[in-house]
Antibody
Framework: DVQLLESGGGLVQPGGSLRLSCAAS????????MSWVRRAPGKGLEWVST????????YYVDSVRGRFTISRDKSKNTLYLQMNSLSAEDTAIYHC?????????????????WGQGTRVTVSS | QSVLTQPPSVSGAPGQRVAISCTGS?????????VHWYQQLPGTAPKLLIY???NRPSGVPDRFSGSKSGTSASLAITGLQAEDEADYHC????????????FGTGTQVTVL
C-alpha cells in the first residue's frame, strides 16, 4: 500500500524557518513526481510545489517562490520542503501528494495519494 | 487565492442528490484541462474521488459522478449517505502566468 507520512511541522515565529519531510513507501519513489499542497484554516487546498521524479523539474506557486525549496532524496524515499522567511500567511496543514507520472504535466495530471499532513503555525 | 470557485456549503437529506459546482475560466477549465475531485473527511488526508472529469478510481462508489462543460465542472452525489459528510475540492491546471495546478475554494457537504 502507498503510504505518505509527513513530519517537521510546528510553531515558528514570523521570519523563521522549518523543514518538512514526507516519507514515502509502497511505490517506486523515483517513478513519480511529488508535490506539497497546503490548506490554511478556513480555506481550500492550495498547490505549493511539485518536483519531478528525478528532481530535474521543479515548480512553485508565486507566493512561495524564492522562500521555499522542494527537494527529494531517492536513497531515503523522502520528499522535503525547506521553508524560509515564514509569515502568518503560510500557516496551514501541509500535505505531500503523489502524482500519477514521473514528470508533472498540464493535461490529465492529478494526485492519487495524499498524506495526513503536518501543521505549520507561524505566530509570535 | 483560489482560481476555481465552489459554493461554500451544500446540504441534503439522506438519499437525496446534491451537486457541487466548480467554476473556472478560459485559462483553466475553459482551456479544456481536465477536472479532478477530492474528498476530505474531517481530520483526514484528501482522497481522490474523480479523475479526468468523470472517472472513478477503484473503490469509489458509483453514487459519485463528475461532469464538465465550458468553464465549469460539477460533482454529483446521488443517494446521499451520512458517510459522505466531508469537504470536496476540485482541481485543474491553469495556463496563466501565475498558474499551474489550481484547486477550488472547497465545499462542505452536510447530511441533514
Amino acid at each position: 500500500d502507498v503510504q505518505l507520512l509527513e513530519s517537521g511541522g510546528g510553531l515558528v515565529q514570523p521570519g523563521g524557518s522549518l523543514r518538512l519531510s514526507c516519507a514515502a513507501s509502497g511505490f517506486t519513489f523515483t517513478n513519480f513526481a511529488m508535490s506539497w499542497v497546503r490548506r490554511a484554516p478556513g480555506k481550500g487546498l492550495e498547490w505549493v510545489s511539485t518536483i519531478s521524479g528525478n528532481g530535474g523539474s521543479i515548480y512553485y506557486v508565486d507566493s512561495v517562490r524564492g522562500r521555499f525549496t522542494i527537494s527529494r532524496d531517492k536513497s531515503k524515499n523522502t520528499l522535503y520542503l525547506q521553508m524560509n522567511s515564514l509569515s502568518a500567511e503560510d500557516t496551514a496543514i501541509y500535505h505531500c501528494a503523489k502524482g500519477i507520472v514521473v514528470v508533472p504535466a498540464a493535461r490529465g495530471y492529478y494526485f492519487d495519494y495524499w498524506g495526513q499532513g503536518t501543521r505549520v503555525t507561524v505566530s509570535s | 487565492q483560489s482560481v476555481l470557485t465552489q459554493p461554500p456549503s451544500v446540504s441534503g437529506a439522506p438519499g437525496q442528490r446534491v451537486a457541487i459546482s466548480c467554476t473556472g475560466s478560459s485559462s483553466n477549465i475553459g482551456a479544456d484541462y481536465d477536472v479532478h475531485w477530492y474528498q476530505q473527511l474531517p481530520g483526514t488526508a484528501p482522497k481522490l474521488l474523480i479523475y479526468g472529469n468523470n472517472n472513478r478510481p477503484s473503490g469509489v462508489p458509483d453514487r459519485f459522478s463528475g461532469s464538465k462543460s465550458g468553464t465549469s465542472a460539477s460533482l454529483a452525489i446521488t443517494g446521499l449517505q451520512a458517510e459522505d459528510e466531508a469537504d470536496y475540492h476540485c482541481q485543474s491546471y491553469d495556463n496563466s502566468l501565475n498558474g499551474f495546478y489550481v484547486f477550488g475554494t472547497g465545499t462542505q457537504v452536510t447530511v441533514l
